[in-house]
């Protein structure tokens, strides 16, 4: 089993749809959960930290379940510009170590 | 702006050749950097971590002989890919952590390096 697995993709969605992304991993000692951005050849960018109460910014809410592994990304009333590749991370320690990614899913928005 | 800078963000050159990415910490330093390669259509893999001043540590299946990783200063990591082959034509992305708040270090990538061997 992968660390970290995600969604397969590809996502396309019309402009305004509500477009969830779910993400496991197998690490349950698994310290910092993370949603990455990743436009074409691109860097990846931080879009969100996942914290146990989940938390909210703007149209992108993140949740995590340690029960269950599992992180998800919620992004409401979707714009052209939400289009990329959004990738789950996962930090297995603490402290300043390395993230384990999951393959990405790719979300087109259409108008 | 950049806070991680990459040097040469693309790269085309022939089998054989030695290529060398600079990944630099930009108003920060950086004890540790680490380098990821991502394939077409994959995940960002961890190659390794680089250590200032001491040896990197290597991922399962990484050639630390063919993949060198120099940190020499707290601010400057280099991977050189020796006698490059076509199957290492990848996209290298370096990262390094930054103290965003006080207790709080965010995580931030290079723009990466686009490697293409003929």
């Known amino acids: 089993r992968k660390e970290v697995e995600q969604d397969p993709g590809p996502f396309n969605v019309p402009e305004g749809a509500t477009v969830a992304f779910n993400c496991t991993y197998s690490?349950?000692?698994?310290?910092?959960f993370f949603w990455y951005r990743q436009d074409c050849r691109k860097e990846p960018k931080l879009l969100m930290s996942?914290?146990?109460s989940g938390n909210e910014d703007g149209r992108f809410t993140a949740q995590l379940n340690r029960a269950s592994q599992y992180i998800s990304l919620l992004i409401r009333d979707s714009k052209l510009s939400d289009s990329a590749t959004y990738l789950c991370?996962?930090?297995?320690?603490?402290?300043?170590?390395?993230?384990?990614f999951g393959k990405g899913t790719r979300l087109s928005v259409i108008a | 702006g950049a806070v991680v800078s990459q040097h040469p963000s693309r790269v085309i050159c022939k089998s054989g050749t030695s290529v060398k990415i600079e990944c630099r910490s930009l108003?920060?330093?950086?004890?540790?950097m680490f380098w990821y390669r991502q394939f077409p259509k994959q995940s960002l893999m961890l190659m390794a971590t680089?250590?200032?001043?001491?040896?990197?540590?290597?991922e399962q299946g990484v050639e630390k002989d063919k993949f060198l990783i120099n940190h020499a200063s707290l601010t400057l990591s280099t991977l050189t890919v020796t006698s490059a082959h076509p199957e290492d034509s990848s996209f290298y992305i370096c990262?390094?952590?930054?103290?965003?708040?006080?207790?709080?270090?965010?995580?931030?990538f290079g723009p990466g390096t686009r490697l293409t061997v003929l």
């Open positions: 680089s250590n200032e001043g001491s040896k990197a540590t290597y």
């Open positions: 108003d920060f330093q950086a004890t540790t």
């Open positions: 990262s390094a952590y930054r103290s965003v708040a006080s207790s709080y270090n965010e995580q931030f």
């Open positions: 996942v914290y146990s």
């Open positions: 991370a996962v930090n297995k320690a603490s402290g300043n170590t390395p993230l384990v």
């Open positions: 690490n349950s000692a698994s310290q910092s």
